[in-house]
Nanobody, 125 residues
């Protein structure tokens, strides 16, 4: 059974940092595109960052560019999201996702086949 399990969320103050982890089990995703999305209350799930499978290139939403970094450790089948200079508007449930096959990254949640359960990130003073 394929599982993606996020961890690392929590309550932090504006300007703080957090690192989210997404551990895969049941199969390896080292050659698959993987991404991070977030969902704020009452809003649709939105793209945050993604990592392509084959070229290892990355892409970020404008709202997080320069503050967030996506990375992966293929030996551990884990994808990370380093979040720096957090703002209250970053508050959301963060999800990691993976695509099947050798598809590249996508900005659309519907393009992803596997999802984690989400981890809450709250930025508040």
């Amino acid at each position: 059974q394929v599982q993606l399990v996020e961890s690392g969320g929590g309550l932090v103050q504006p300007g703080d940092s957090l690192r989210l982890s997404c551990a895969a089990s049941g199969r390896t995703f080292s050659n698959n595109a993987m991404g991070w999305f977030r969902q704020k209350p009452g809003q649709e799930r939105e793209f945050v960052a993604a990592f392509s499978g084959s070229s290892s290139s990355t892409v970020y939403a404008d709202s997080v560019k320069g503050r967030y970094t996506i990375s992966r450790d293929n030996a551990k089948d884990t994808v990370y999201l380093q979040m720096n200079s957090l703002k209250p508007e970053d508050t959301a449930v963060y999800y990691c996702a993976a695509r099947r096959g050798r598809n590249g990254y996508s900005y659309s949640p519907s393009a992803y086949d596997y999802w984690g359960q989400g981890t809450q990130v709250t930025v508040s003073s």
